[in-house]
């Protein structure tokens, strides 16, 4: 459902509206947080559980792949940022709050879904536990695909590059065992992309 809901929102915000970043980011969240609730509420998941979860080694693990992938993120073309109260709105809007909604829709949710409500007894084999970590792994990637499909930027070769990315942070989600470390290394790639210059930097569509 995550993946129906974040096609259609890029697809209707982006592709169809073409709303401005400020705007898009404003509507993208506002939708993925109604589906948060929802999502939390009829799982009868408890937030602040998840959150404290091995949630030291989860900020050690999403600092350091949010440091690989703003090197990622500084490799690419720098435009002009924006300077003062707006670079701290942008920081906040466009890092912050972007990065976090992002990283609960394209990877907690999926792999919360598929990985973690499975029973402790069964991730006890490890057969079990390998199998599913990859279906989870799979499921984050195919979100993160739909996601991005509804951008006309990310419909073709270009694709490849955000499933590659978030393959990664599912990998630190399932290795910590915390939803810390996809959290904090999205909202660091995002502050990247912020600090490098939202206008050639892919991490921070919609392009126009």
């Known amino acids: 459902m995550a993946a129906g809901v974040g096609l259609l929102s890029s697809l209707l915000f982006s592709g169809v509206m073409q709303l401005p970043r400020g705007l898009f980011v404003a ?15 009829s799982q009868r998941i408890d937030p602040r559980t ?3 979860r091995r949630w030291i080694p989860g900020l050690v693990g999403g ?12 490799s690419q073309p720098a435009s002009v ?17 972007y990065g976090v909604v992002d990283a609960m829709m394209l990877t907690v949710v999926p792999i919360l879904s598929l990985y973690g409500m499975r029973q402790a007894s069964e991730l006890r ?13 799979l ?18 070769p270009q ?22 470390a996809p959290i904090v290394s999205h909202v660091l790639m995002h502050v990247a992309a912020v600090l490098h210059g939202a206008a050639t930097t892919s991490q921070l569509p919609p392009h126009y």
């Open 27 to 41: 509507c993208w969240s506002i939708t993925a947080t109604a589906f948060l609730t929802w999502y939390v509420a």
């Open 50 to 52: 998840q959150l404290q």
């Open 63 to 74: 600092v350091i792949l949010g440091a690989v992938l703003a090197r990622q993120v500084f």
């Open 81 to 97: 940022r924006a300077e003062g109260l707006t670079l701290v709105a942008e920081l906040l809007g466009f890092g912050l709050v």
């Open 125 to 137: 084999d490890p057969g079990a536990r390998y199998r599913w970590a990859f279906v989870a792994i």
């Open 139 to 156: 499921g984050s990637a195919l979100v993160t695909a739909a996601y991005h499909a509804g951008f006309a930027e990310f419909r073709g």
């Open 159 to 180: 694709l490849v590059q955000p499933i590659i990315g978030n393959v990664l942070i599912s990998l630190s989600y399932l290795l910590t065992g915390s939803p810390v």
